[in-house]
């Protein structure tokens, strides 16, 4: 990507209302980009209590605002606030903290092929956080992810809190996997992505800071089930 230390404004001006005239299209791929940094920040191998404490109540903020928005095309003003708020802080977090896989097969893929960015994060967003759920699960149970794992799923009331972990985690999982659904996300075959890509976009991806490594079947399932 095109980075500088000249490109770092002085001062940014966020403004919920610039959100009004956006395509519904628009607002859910590119909140779904804005969740998924988030998310992933939060998960992140870098992440320090700075960025989980700006991380979790943005989390919250995009979680409760982004379908009102969505379905009320921009026309929601306390929607726009909380999801160009969440937004904004998920910028913060993944300059501190890093990402995950979801950016790390975003990239190749938007390289290779005419994806639109927020499109890829968002296709991705459910089957990758669903896989990396999985794969702790089965390797490494007492992982501090799984622990956030469940706060985010509190915090984007995706889970009842009464429930134990496992159920949680499930709960999430399928939340999420319901999120991009509802929000009618185009698939990756869309823009013409086959199962004979996948090899080519794995050597030009990687895991990033993502809170557990992935088998190569398991990273190729992420892009496979979203062809």
């Known amino acids: ?126 089957v990758a956080n669903r896989t990396n759920i999985e794969a702790l699960r089965e390797r490494d149970p007492d992982s501090v992810a799984l622990q956030k794992y469940c706060m985010i799923g509190k915090k984007m009331a995706l889970c009842e809190p009464s429930k134990g972990r496992s159920r949680r985690l499930d709960q999430l999982s399928s939340g999420l996997m319901s999120l991009v659904e509802k929000l009618q996300i185009p698939r990756l075959r869309e823009y013409g992505i086959t199962e004979s890509d996948i090899p080519r976009i794995l050597q030009h991806s990687d895991q990033k800071a993502n809170p557990v490594v992935l088998t190569e079947r398991e990273f190729g399932g992420i892009v496979q089930a979203r062809i």
């Open 1 to 126: 990507s095109f980075r500088h230390p000249a490109l770092i404004p002085q001062l940014a001006l966020i403004d919920p209302d610039l959100l009004v005239t956006s395509p519904p299209a628009l607002i859910a791929a590119n909140g779904c980009d804005a969740l998924s940094q988030l998310l992933e920040s939060y998960l992140s191998t870098q992440a320090t209590p700075f960025t989980d404490s700006l991380a979790l109540e943005a989390i919250a903020r995009i979680g409760g605002g982004l379908i009102p928005l969505w379905e009320s095309a921009g026309e929601d003003a306390a929607a726009r606030s909380a999801v160009a708020y969440g937004a904004m802080i998920s910028g913060i977090t993944l300059a501190n903290a890093g990402l995950g896989v979801v950016h790390g097969l975003a990239g190749p893929i938007g390289g290779l092929f005419p994806v639109p960015h927020g499109v890829v994060c968002g296709t991705l967003l459910g």
